[in-house]
């Protein structure tokens, strides 16, 4: 395994917010490299008890390795966080859920999720996912990649990009990142000052379909809110306007929470300069009131 990298994000700001308390129960739904779950084990030891949940390998490795120092009071289980109902019947302490990519994800060459280095389509967070960014980027219709760019990345010209893609697939099978990125870098006008890469929102949309996040992401949330006791503190950290979306009305329509954050709080300018990958990082967080 190569060293995993992960610029913990609003690090301090998400675990103050769950309001740690010694003698509870607090889940990290997506353990990445462990530094949120670290810094709940330190608030809790050495009576309380944290859960953490990746199905990422590498990452799962990594904070077992960041959390030894508390592992009488830890346990990390492989499963995505839809599955956190089979393993938990209440939460008393708090939940926390992180929706960023690591670091590692985005440098490691064979997971493909960034275009900045050539490795396979792939773009799984399970290995085990038997979907990847390959055969959707290769089967399906232009219509549905349509959708997929324009609905999940807010991709302003996904028609284009579809069109191109179909068209160079039926000449080649598209097989790498940077393939992609340069079919999309084509499809779309120049623009001098622009911010991000032509291919960032697209690799995006890729990512969630792959993923079926968002689907995944509602039907937990309105699940793991039926699973906290009376005080206990759900906050999340979303990167995509979709994501902050649902979360804000998730809390707002569950008669169950009482919303902590009226405006999302963001990273400060400091954590953005060190870390450029926070920048678009919104967290939300909300009390059971029963």
Known sequence: MSDFIHKTVLLNEAVDLLNCQKGKTYIDATAGGGGHSFEIARRIYPEGRLIMFDTDPDAIKAASAKLEPYKEITTIIKANYSEIPEYVDKIDGGILFDLGVSSH??????????FVKESPLDMRMDPENPINAYDIVNTESQDELYRIFKELGEERFSGRIARRIVEARKIKKITTTVELADIVKKSVPFQKNRRIHPATRVFQALRIAVNNELDILEKTLNEVVQLLDKDARIVVISFHSLEDRLVKNTFKGSEKLKVLTKKPLVPTYEETRSNPS???????AAEAVE
């Open 105 to 114: 994800q985005l440098t490691s060459g064979e997971r493909g999720f960034s």
């Open 278 to 284: 926070a920048r678009s990082a919104k967290m939300r």
